[in-house]
T-cell receptor, first 113, second 112 residues
């Protein structure tokens, strides 16, 4: 069974710092990996999707990388802002499991002004 | 934002009553999903649909049924609600190809 782990569970940083969120998965036969943001009491917003054949994706201040062989992905946030405060979730789809997303537990990020 | 709405957004019901949650999309996407989110368990897939009248079970399907009679609507039914089904329920959609999933705003269900 695919397991997805996110470390750390919570992170507090001062505004302006560059930071890295980590995601690891146990089965490397993934189809794609997706990073989401969730604000309190809200739904999930898709940030980046990385196909299994890709190494990284970028959107604005966000950069996500994927290393299938080691079962890891990182989300890099440059020049963090208080508005980046949220919970960040990663999720993977196995290549042979239809479209079922398996989620990590999330990293709760607080960016202090 | 992807055109996904969920109704109701909040509901309180009693144990043993039937409950139906509705997900409506305007994107004409093929795939639709129901997840639940619980503290300590994260997000887990309940059921999903890969076309009209085509559905399959997810990780936590016991006690739930679904129906999809039109491309745009996916219904989740709790036949006899239990307190363990108190949760936040999210609907998601995806197209073909990369299967990127887009989520609705959620329904907070409380079973007393």
């Amino acid at each position: 069974k695919q397991e997805v782990t996110q470390i750390p569970a919570a992170l507090s940083v001062p505004e302006g710092e560059n930071l890295v969120l980590n995601c690891s998965f146990t089965d490397s036969a993934i189809y794609n990996l997706q990073w989401f943001r969730q604000d309190p009491g809200k739904g999930l917003t898709s940030l980046l999707l990385i196909q299994s054949s890709q190494r990284e994706q970028t959107s604005g201040r966000l950069n996500a990388s994927l290393d299938k062989s080691s079962g890891r992905s990182t989300l890099y946030i440059a020049a963090s802002q208080p508005g980046d405060s949220a919970t960040y979730l990663c999720a993977v789809i196995l290549g042979n499991a239809g479209n079922m997303l398996t989620f990590g537990g999330g990293t709760r990020l607080m960016v202090k002004p | 934002d992807a055109g996904i709405t969920q109704s109701p957004r909040h509901k309180v019901t009693e144990t043993g009553t039937p409950v139906t949650l509705r997900c409506h999309q305007t994107e004409n996407h093929r795939y639709m999903y129901w997840y639940r989110q619980d503290p300590g368990h994260g997000l887990r897939l309940i059921h999903y649909s890969y076309g009209v009248k085509d559905t399959d079970k997810g990780e936590v399907s016991d006690g739930y049924s679904v129906s999809r009679s039109k491309t745009e609507d996916f219904l989740l039914t709790l036949e006899s609600a239990t307190s363990s089904q108190t949760s936040v329920y999210f609907c998601a959609i995806s197209g073909t190809g990369d299967y990127e999933q887009y989520f609705g705003p959620g329904t907070r269900l409380t079973v007393t």
